[in-house]
């Protein structure tokens, strides 16, 4: 505690849990437009990843509303927000957002995408696996060349729909807490915007890191033109995003409103590590400035891989700062605007660090055995 | 005491209906108010308030508010007029146990003085719009309640309030806050902390209500409300307040 602060504001309401939730749900509309470039846009490139991004979509959005679970004061009474959601408030609305993304769009579009894998996988597989795929195919086993044609169709509407509704998702974690004036460093109409930006920029990292290390590790080569096409998106959404914070940053600092000079102090002492070395400089220029050099410079397929790879890991880095900065940040600072808090991060807590670390490896679980189930990898793989 | 098997069975039956009606949570009745006549505010005379933290005290034990946490506290401004934008302030425990003297003697150039705050109720009250559940809700005669059976302890109506008003009752888990001493005032009584400011320096003022001093208050004194920026319809008002007040 530092000066003065509101009396009620000694402890911080909202923890590692609430950073968790925006990186989960980013990656999860990030990851969903990397598979739209193919579906939409016809991005040959990068369909090596089309199906393995679906899938990390939808282990990362299954798990994405247990963070917020496990932060409630009654969990047992998160189903009246579904029951008895209350209209002027933004949370409220998270119910349906998620729910509208996960089934309208997400898991319609795997299952019309992997329909008729899962028909002849329930032909040819036998016990517990059949009557698994028998059930996932929902009766409908028709894969007349018509029938897959609907499909192709239909999964093409859902992805046009789904490109809005991923922009919604993650837009709408941005409003939750841009709309909230009580708050200077979180208050800013950009604050949407700026997730959404993130959100691909930390989407497309995780799926190109996943496609890298899960080809190399069922001993096939990675597709160079992929990871190159990959790159250059990540490469320039990340300008965008990095141009968006930073008019946000100028802004505040040239308008200098009332908060400016306690936001200022804390940015210079307890975020200037994570803020401006970790988000800013290790997650943002560092890889920003890699794979600029990747665009620029001829380099060798080894090399441009290693930089790929390390490039994917610090931005996944940078945007979890981010995350961190935006949330934790955000509760630093007295609304006096005449002091400062700190928070101390538990380790075996309901909200500690274990937890937090739990549900992070938890997606990768979930898309190992999404991965078993319905195998993302292409039939004409080089080894 | 003499109790025959006759009066223990009578006392057993009356305690269970009356342990019944505890568990159901039902409120006091008060037949005789009627929400649509009452627009509730405070009134706050900063001038007024020597800090002696009567108004915190009361309020604990009034609303059984957990140790470390604040219905309502008194803040001390230091002011120097050289630095108006960088008051010194304190609030040892909410003021609830009054303010040790500051060593030394105050330079001529500044100026001390006390704050109370409480929740504001807000007529267009943040913490309301974002509750998810509507747990938080403003009664027809505009007090700004919680109602701890509904909340879901998600802690948004804490981030949305900008006066810093609410916290987590740390054994409930529901968000609290002031509550105007509604189970008070709708039964003819004042709240507790103006029933203990010794100065008067807290008055609950009735807008709705024609009689009431605080129309021949505010025509006299020059009001404001605290952070008028925020736009929440705030109905805590307060006379003499300086500039320098957060």
């Known amino acids: ?383 | 005491m003499n109790m025959n098997r006759r009066f223990f069975i009578t006392l057993t039956g009356a305690a269970a209906v009356a342990w019944e009606s505890v568990l159901a949570g039902a409120p006091e009745a008060s037949p005789n108010y009627k929400v649509a006549d009452h627009w509730w505010a405070m009134l706050i005379d900063v001038d007024k308030c020597i800090g002696c933290g009567n108004c915190v005290r009361a309020c604990a034990a009034e609303n059984n508010v957990p140790e470390g946490f604040f219905r309502t506290w008194v803040e001390r401004y230091q002011v120097d007029d050289q630095h108006m934008e960088e008051p010194i302030v304190d609030s040892p425990n909410g003021g609830r146990d009054g303010f040790p003297a500051r060593p030394g003697t105050l330079p001529a150039s500044v100026k001390e003085f006390f704050v109370p705050k409480l929740c504001n109720h807000c007529a267009d009250s943040p913490c309301t719009q974002v509750c998810p559940v509507g747990a938080t809700f403003t009664t027809p005669d505009g007090v700004v309640l919680v109602d701890e059976k509904y909340c879901l302890g998600c802690r948004y109506c804490i981030q949305a309030c900008p006066y810093g008003c609410r916290f987590i009752h740390p054994e409930k888990n529901v968000a609290q806050k002031c509550t105007l001493c509604y189970h008070r005032i709708t039964k003819g009584l004042t709240t507790a902390c103006c029933e203990a400011c010794p100065t008067s320096s807290r008055m609950l003022a009735d807008l709705k209500n024609p009689n009431d001093p605080i129309h021949e208050f505010m025509k006299k004194h020059s009001v404001q409300v605290l952070k008028p920026q925020m736009a929440t319809g705030a109905k805590a008002f307060y006379a003499n307040l300086d500039g320098a007040v957060r």
């Open chain 1, 1 to 383: 505690m530092h000066n003065f602060i509101y009396p009620n504001e000694i402890d911080l309401q909202w923890s590692i849990l609430i950073v968790l939730y925006p990186f989960l749900t980013g990656l999860v509309a990030g990851a969903f437009i990397l598979a739209s470039l193919e579906r939409v846009f016809r991005v040959e490139a990068v369909k090596p990843t089309y199906r393995l991004a679906l899938l990390t979509a939808l282990s990362f959005l299954l798990v994405a509303p247990l963070p917020l679970q496990l932060h409630l004061g009654h969990p047992e009474r998160s189903l009246e927000m579904y029951l008895t959601p209350h209209r002027s408030s933004a949370m409220a609305m998270f119910g349906f957002v998620y729910l509208w993304y996960l089934m309208v769009v997400l898991v319609l579009e795997i299952w019309l995408d992997y329909r008729r894998d899962i028909v002849l996988l329930s032909r040819s597989s036998t016990g517990f696996l059949r009557v698994i795929y028998k059930i996932m195919t929902l009766g409908s086993d028709n894969i007349s060349e018509r029938a897959l044609h609907i499909d192709e169709r239909v999964g093409w509407v859902i992805t046009i729909i789904g490109i809005p509704s991923a922009f919604l998702l993650h837009g709408y974690v941005g409003f939750i807490f841009g709309s909230i004036k009580a708050n200077p460093w979180w208050s800013s109409p950009l604050m949407p915007v700026v997730f959404i930006f993130s959100a691909m920029v930390s989407g497309i990292a995780a799926v190109m890191l996943l496609y890298m290390a899960l080809t190399k590790l069922r001993g096939f080569a990675v597709s160079v033109e992929c990871v190159d096409a990959i790159a250059t998106y990540l490469f320039y959404i990340f300008i965008v995003d990095f141009s968006l914070e930073m008019l946000d940053l100028i802004h505040r600092i040239y308008e200098a409103d009332e908060s400016f000079r306690s936001l200022d102090f804390m940015v210079h002492t307890s975020l200037w590590i994570p803020h401006v070395i970790v988000q800013i400089l290790l997650g943002t220029l560092t890889p920003i400035l890699l794979l600029g050099v990747t665009q620029v410079v001829k380099l060798a397929v080894p090399v441009r891989k290693r930089i790929y790879a390390i490039a994917g890991c610090l931005t996944l880095v940078g945007i979890f700062a981010m995350r961190w900065n935006v949330v934790i940040g955000g509760q630093l600072f007295s609304k006096s605007l005449l002091g400062y808090t700190t928070y101390k991060l538990q380790l075996g807590s309901r909200e500690g660090l274990g937890t937090a670390i739990v549900l992070t490896l938890m997606p990768l679980g979930i898309l190992y055995v999404l991965a078993k189930l319905l195998p993302p990898w292409q039939q004409h793989e080089t080894t």
